[in-house]
């Protein structure tokens, strides 16, 4: 079992910048991939940035030139810097992560962007 816990969330300006944590807790061992991602209203979840336990990422083209997916493993968890922030990018994000070939979700944070 994991457990999967967002933060870091809350309401930006427009090129503004927030770092998202994700800190995951429980059986922690052999996490193969963690990853973002994110749903807007009215919007299907989409992903937003994956990384795996060896470290390659994939960002999706909508934001691979202003967000960066880096982990800790040290400390169970996965981050999203994100930067030049524009109204498009307000969605409530959530962590995900696979273990074991079991998927897991964190309960979301909402990241607003508005002036």
């Known amino acids: 079992q994991l457990q999967l816990v967002e933060s870091g969330g809350g309401l930006v300006q427009p090129g503004g910048s927030l770092r998202l944590s994700c800190a995951a807790s429980g059986s922690t061992y052999s996490i193969n991939a963690m990853a973002w991602y994110r749903q807007a209203p009215g919007k299907q979840r989409e992903l937003v940035a994956a990384i795996t336990s060896s470290g390659t990422t994939n960002l999706a083209d909508s934001v691979q030139d202003r967000f960066t997916i880096f982990r800790d493993n040290a400390k169970n968890a996965v981050y999203l810097q994100m930067n030049s922030l524009t109204p498009e990018d307000t969605a409530v994000y959530y962590c995900?992560?696979?273990?074991?070939?079991?998927?897991?979700w964190g309960q979301g944070t909402q990241v607003t962007v508005s002036s």
């Open positions: 995900w992560a696979v273990r074991v070939n079991r998927v897991y």
